[in-house]
């Protein structure tokens, strides 16, 4: 029997980065976007608010980049200030690269399993699907869904009733598949 799990945000993740003005380091995404030219060169920002004092900084998304190397489209999303757009941006990696932050899911997701009714089979196979690159440990995920203790999780994997072709023990962000035997 082949279940699928879901893991999906629901809300923007925190931004992991220092304040300048009070030292706290988590900031949230404003939504808001700037985007300043200067003759035929652009630049563009995500705006962020610090989470401790409220202070603004920025996100560069391209610095001085020509006119014409930029989609019109995306151009149209950042003067609009378009909110499906943040999400994007916050998830991209060279975005997270060339501005030294990382994100923090921590609360920011859920894990949908369509119900408990696989927990009775003796041997079940699951597939996982991320709805974005959230970083999250297989192992929270069985035991959340299966009401067990990371402990028994662990267990369950070393014994081989926990079977899949990725590591089970690290962090994930992308599509797997197990099989759990009871």
């Known amino acids: 029997m ?4 879901a ?3 629901t809300c923007l993740p925190l931004v ?3 304040c300048h003005v009070c030292a706290a380091d988590r900031f949230r995404a404003s939504g808001k976007f700037r985007v300043n030219a200067n003759h035929k060169v652009l630049d563009a920002w995500l705006l962020v608010l610090c989470t401790g004092c409220g202070d603004t900084a920025k996100l560069t998304i391209f610095e001085r980049a020509h006119v014409r190397s930029v989609r019109p489209a995306l151009l149209d999303r950042l003067h609009r200030n378009d909110l499906a757009l943040v999400p994007e941006l916050l998830q991209d990696p060279v975005l997270q690269h060339r501005n030294r932050v990382s994100l923090d899911w921590e609360g920011a997701w859920r894990l949908d399993t ?3 009714d696989h927990l009775e089979q003796e041997v079940v196979d699951v597939s996982v699907r991320f709805a ?7 192992v929270r995920l069985i035991a959340d869904a299966c009401g067990l203790s990371r402990a028994e999780v662990e267990r369950l994997i070393v014994e081989g009733k926990v079977v899949s072709a990725i590591r089970l023990t690290g962090k994930v962000s992308g599509d797997f598949t197990f099989t ?3």
């Not at 974005?132 to 297989?138: K, L, T, Y």
């Open 2 to 5: 082949l279940i699928t799990w």
């Open 7 to 9: 893991v999906v945000p």
């Open 16 to 18: 992991r980065r220092r």
């Open 114 to 116: 369509g119900g408990s």
């Open 132 to 138: 974005a690159r959230i970083p999250v440990r297989p």
């Open 180 to 182: 759990l035997k009871r």
